[in-house]
């Protein structure tokens, strides 16, 4: 199986890789795309290495050139950052000086990312092959994985949330983590776990019971607020949950991006190495734990029909009964050759429920805004978002969001 991967010159590539080597032994060809090309060389000859010091016989190459990457892939990995660093310091950075949290993925930042990153992934599909699987890592995952699925992609959107719940928790319960079944649901970086399964009992009780103060001080949250849900968020609920605290103390420290940014400049020095082989210690604190695993099952489970077990956005239909059919939902799913399914569950209560339609609506205006531009739509996303809800703000964002991102929206020349 060829397998591209977009935005193949970010120092996340070799955690990737290194999953790709030790579990994907379908994946015959892997070809990294980036328009960095001096970057995509070093990220390239050290997954190169990574590759062959596992044993792989996965024929690895490199290429700036879209339709070269593209043809013939089967699976289309989607991991791109449209501006860089630089535009997520600047998502983290602009709406604190309305009192609203800068985070990339969420908020007026998020919406940010959201818009300069729909129109690039959409083009970056439409010349994939019609019949592969996009598998797309991209923040906002919801979003992007919506605007890919309206625009009649066979798409999937990914993240490493669960996969960290379970593999914690495995842990804590002595079992192997294939062993856990997550009800895990919500919306992407909006999601609870409902219940830990192992052997059809529900363990999440004795976790809490347990660790309640270890996993509230792992979300930085209160942990007042996991007892009286009876379920675990999310670590970005704490956005919504601490939303002021978490402004007070980004006005008090370097953005996350800029903490980054200067991981990624070590990580290259190291990758330049040529004794280097396998990931180093470093890459840990890039971000993205368990991201390869969490990839390689989901692909694997798309071509090989094993019916696997994973935590996929996909759309609604129906799963959650207040939410339109084609809304893009973060759910436990049965996945095989025909895509993504969500495990049955039982309903949200209405402190989940709601918060997951208001942001739900936002996602739908986030998309619409992203395809077909304009001052309006942008504003009345921010409108509608939990997080900004007054005018006087959405308004002032909306003009501080379109100076930032001046260069990236072409609708705005």
Known sequence: MKIAVVGGGSTYTPELIDGFARLAPFASEIVLLDPARERLSVVGQFAE????????????????????????????????????????ISDETFPLACG????????????????????????????????????????????????????????????????????????ALGVDPAAVTLDHVGLNHLTWERAAYVDGVDRLPWLLERGLAEIAAGLQLPAEVIAALGCVPSYYLRYFYSHDAVVAEERGQPTRGEQVAEIERRLLRMYADPALTTKPDLLGQRGGAFYSEAAVGLIASLHQDDGGIHAVNVRNRGFLPFLADDAVIEATCRVGAGGATPLPAPPLRPELAGLVAAVSAYEELAVDAALRGGRDRVYRALLAHPLVGQHDTAARLTDDLLAANRDHLAWLS
């Open 49 to 88: 290495r990574v590759l062959r010091h596992h044993g792989s016989p996965a024929k690895l190459r490199w290429t700036s050139d879209v339709g070269d990457a593209l043809a013939g892939a089967a699976t289309v990995v989607i991991q791109l950052r449209v501006g860089g660093q630089r535009a997520r």
């Open 100 to 171: 609203c949290v800068g985070q990339e993925t969420t908020g007026a930042g998020g919406f940010a990312k959201a818009l300069r990153t729909v129109p690039v992934v959409l083009d970056i599909a439409r010349r994939a092959d019609p019949g592969a699987w996009i598998v797309n890592f991209t923040n906002p995952v919801g979003i992007v994985t919506r605007a890919l699925l309206d625009d009649g992609h066979r798409a999937a959107g990914l993240c490493n949330v669960a996969i960290g719940f379970q593999r914690r928790w495995a842990e």
